[in-house]
């Protein structure tokens, strides 16, 4: 039986942050070997572990941000799209070049590839157009948890299936620490649904702590300039961590304080649950990965995530309860417990 071919549209480099690149990283580790071909590109030096899979293929651009360069990788990719004989190409992201793709691969009749989409974040997204595109030109789409496939129904009245993401839970894992102030983390960009100021809100009012965000964006400036004008003195600000070092750095810390009011399935939460930390996340977005007072809590408004976070830090033998049962939680995940749901997906009709 000859494999299934994957073009996974990722950026397979070591250093990536976006989630979309993780969640593909991820998937390309867990699929069987025997079964499944895997394409991607790499902008610079690949993730280590995919070298060692004698079933991935790998592409390699140019590791630059100059704007020439940055062209040549774009033509590169859509002439892999196009040239690529795999059976399948999956997207989880659609910007300008890969829209064009999806919307004119129909009038090559050489490209003979199914094109499949998986749905990362609340849908429609903001361009209806695009998300219309998404749903009725792409051959099959899957959601990564229960609230997207809702939304779908709803706003599409089409029932898709739902794939979760699978990690790497021997990456991210918990350490024993016994820190004198408690520290409280957060990873995500610095952009508007993020609320990073909520979370410099909240350590002005939890002084005792230590309050870390780590992500860079557009609102540093807002940001940094309420830290200094109200003093708050217990905010710590990293522009950036690669992988390797947020994998280092997540277990020695006491708690995940995630502020988000608008994800899909996000990386950040499942990553900070394999190192052993509680999540408090706002339920706006139905974050499943949290069990409600056993992982961590899923919150209302800002005074609930407040109350929430002094309940748990307040009381070790609570917080070191949490923090067993968040890793365990977190195994749910990992690679090998739910790849047989992508693999499904890929054999079905």
Known sequence: MSKIKILFNANCSAD?????????????????PNMFQITMYSIG????????????????????KNIFYKALNIFKELKLFISNNSDYILFGKAISHELFYIKYKKYNIFDRKKTLFYIANLFPY???EMSNLIINQTDKQFAISK????????????KIPI?????????????????????????????????P??????????????????GDGFLRGLVYDKVKSEYILNYTHFKKMLQAEIANFLPTCDLFLFTSIYEGFPNAILEAMACGLPVIAFSSYGPEAIIN???????????????????????????SKFKERSRLRSLDFDL???????????QSP
């Open 163 to 195: 794939v979760h993401l699978c990690y790497d839970t021997n990456k991210f894992t918990p350490r024993n620490i016994n820190n004198t102030r408690k520290k409280i983390v957060c990873v995500g960009s610095l952009q508007f649904r993020k609320q």
């Open 293 to 319: 007072n056993e992982t961590g809590f899923i919150v209302n408004n800002e005074l609930e995530m407040i109350d929430k976070l002094d309940y748990l830090l307040k009381d070790e033998e609570v917080l």
């Open 147 to 158: 609230k997207i496939q809702e939304q779908v129904s709803i706003h599409y009245g089409k």
């Open 45 to 64: 030096k690949p993730d280590e572990r995919l070298l060692q899979r004698s079933n991935i293929i790998i592409h390699y651009f140019y590791p630059t």
């Open 126 to 128: 903001e361009d209806v």
């Open 16 to 32: 990536t942050i976006q989630a979309q690149d993780r969640d593909m990283i991820h998937w390309a580790l867990a699929l069987n």
């Open 336 to 346: 090998s417990n739910v790849i047989l749901e992508f693999e499904q997906f890929l």
């Open 197 to 214: 100021l909520l979370f410099a809100n909240i350590a002005k009012t939890f002084p005792q702590y230590d309050f870390i965000w780590i």
